[in-house]
């Protein structure tokens, strides 16, 4: 039975690009009583079609910069403060009121939480109840769209979170849950072969990873042809009814290569997938045999070891070098903050660190992810530490980290800087540089505490004569290549990048 999708609530769609065959036994769940009738399809030769896009492809999202947003903690209209391990009031509305604080630091992409009705206490996104229903706490169907078509009026793209591995979390088990469609305790991996909680307990054995549970929330099996079909049909419609960019797919490791693969396939949009794991031996696979991009744990993992730890800079080089085990790492997804972890910081207050960092982050291989409140520079630790809410900032745009910020974005955009390799010019343990194209950027992780770093520069692009100047001190920072070199200096643990002037 056809109908207008899932910004409607159901499951069943008229707006796929080829007629699909619909199974009677997949249609059981509309018998359901007090839920909302689900068709899912089963899948033929036309309906593995990939769908047909006008954007969002891998090579047009290297080129955003992307602002991750937690909705229910970023604009709730009616202000107060929260208990930060429950819902906080953000919504759709708000999010889309303040499309103006995040554009005007230069993102033109960002990603948001999941979108679905969730078990009570999923603020977050990732307890998802009723994949038929958007999750009312955040608004309504409409409000979503609206947001989108804010978004897009900005020119700031939209990725959505989905979660393709597990159900929300509800003590009262399976059958009285309320999950739709999956409402039978046969669309879930049981806990045969798995630690006596049923959890997993080796990220090292990959079939505990796919067959047991994350925290205990249930996992669906994926092997079972009603889960397969009903979660990409799940996830086309919700594209297709919202009109969302680009997707964030959760917990990777946890579901089969094969599901992966045919979920890219079918949505037909850059996906990056959360591979939670710091050994580039682990996580490069998952790029190419399954997704576009993941995101890029392992240089995560090095960069808050070097920028808020004061490891050696080598470390950089290292990883950096060990990356060619990629499939693209333009493609991945660069982060130094998120959701899932505690904030620069909370490990330091050093915002020279911190700045090094983002500069880092904003201009390395891979597609830059910064997360919300990392311009009022935020500080919570552990989740739910990390997710507090942005509303009680006001909004300041003056702010020096926001325009810090801002000023990064708009260089990286005017150079182009993923259009150009990435060449290391040098390393040491408390200094590191690197040029895309003609700039250089320059980086030290003694913080605004430790002694002045100077090195002179050999390995470079520029001819002799050349006068390079430092983005943030354009008038009084520039220096002169000459006998084939040239000196950098920082003070105070500041972060530079030179440019060529004119």
């Known amino acids: 039975t056809p109908s207008a999708g899932l910004a409607n609530g159901r499951l069943c769609s008229s707006r796929l690009r080829a007629p699909l065959m619909v199974s009677p036994r997949l249609c059981a769940a509309a018998a359901v009583a007090a839920v909302l009738a689900v068709c899912v399809v089963h899948a033929t030769a036309a309906a593995t079609s990939p769908r047909i896009v006008s954007g969002g492809t891998p090579a047009e999202w290297a080129q955003r910069t992307i602002y991750q947003v937690i909705t229910d903690r970023f604009n709730n209209p009616s202000g107060g403060n929260c208990d930060l391990s429950d819902y906080c009031g953000g919504t759709w509305q708000g999010l889309a009121k303040q499309m103006p604080y995040i554009a005007g630091m230069g993102f033109d992409a960002i990603w948001i939480s999941p979108v679905v009705d969730n078990t009570p206490g999923g603020y977050h996104g990732y307890w998802q109840r009723d994949l038929t229903k958007v999750n009312a706490h955040m608004g309504t169907a409409d409000d979503l769209k609206a947001l989108v078509q804010a978004a897009h009026d900005a020119g700031v793209w939209v990725m959505v979170d989905m979660v393709m591995n597990h159900m929300g979390n509800d003590p009262s088990g399976v059958s009285s849950a309320g999950f739709v469609p999956f409402n039978q305790t046969s669309y879930f991996h049981d806990c045969n072969g798995c630690p006596s909680d049923c959890n997993i307990a080796d990220w090292n054995n990959r079939a505990e990873v796919e067959h047991c549970r994350l925290a205990g929330l249930p996992d669906l099996d994926q092997s079972q042809q009603f889960v397969n079909d009903g979660l990409l049909q799940y996830a086309t419609m919700l594209l297709d009814d919202f009109g969302f960019d680009g997707v964030r797919a959760d917990t990777v490791p946890e579901i089969n290569d094969g599901f992966w693969h045919n979920f890219q396939q079918k949505v037909s949009v850059y996906t990056v997938g959360e591979v939670f794991n710091g050994d580039v031996g682990y996580v490069a696979p998952f790029q190419g045999q399954a997704l576009d991009g993941v995101l890029s744990y392992p240089l995560f993992f090095t960069m808050r070891s070097v920028f808020a730890s004061g490891g050696s800079m080598f470390q950089l080089q290292s990883m950096l070098q060990s990356y060619s085990a990629f499939k693209n790492p333009d493609l991945l997804g660069t982060f130094i903050d998120n959701h899932d972890?505690?904030?620069?910081?909370?490990?330091?207050?050093?915002?020279?660190?911190?700045?090094?960092?983002?500069?880092?982050?904003?201009n390395t291989q891979g597609i830059p992810i910064i997360y919300y409140g990392t311009e009022q520079l935020f500080h919570g630790g552990n989740d739910p530490d990390n997710r507090e809410p942005l509303w009680p900032t006001n909004f300041d745009t003056s702010t020096d980290m926001y325009q810090f910020i801002k000023q990064v974005v708009a260089y990286r955009k005017q150079a182009a800087v993923w259009s150009h390799p990435q060449v290391q010019r040098y390393a040491d343990d408390s200094y590191y540089a690197f040029t895309r194209g003609n700039s250089f950027f320059s980086f030290t992780n003694v913080g605004s505490d430790g002694a002045d770093v100077?090195?002179?520069?050999?390995?470079?692009?520029?001819?002799?004569?050349?006068?390079?100047?430092?983005?943030?001190?354009?008038?009084?920072?520039?220096?002169?290549?000459?006998?084939?070199?040239?000196?950098?200096?920082?003070?105070h643990g500041e972060v530079k990048v030179y440019y060529p002037s004119s």
């Not at 620069?344 to 904003?362: Q, R, W």
């Open 454 to 491: 100077s090195r002179t520069i050999t390995y470079h692009p520029y001819a002799d004569g050349t006068k390079l100047c430092n983005l943030f001190y354009p008038t009084t920072d520039c220096v002169t290549v000459s006998g084939g070199q040239f000196v950098v200096k920082h003070l």
């Open 341 to 362: 972890n505690a904030r620069f910081l909370s490990v330091t207050s050093d915002t020279e660190k911190y700045k090094n960092a983002i500069v880092f982050t904003l």
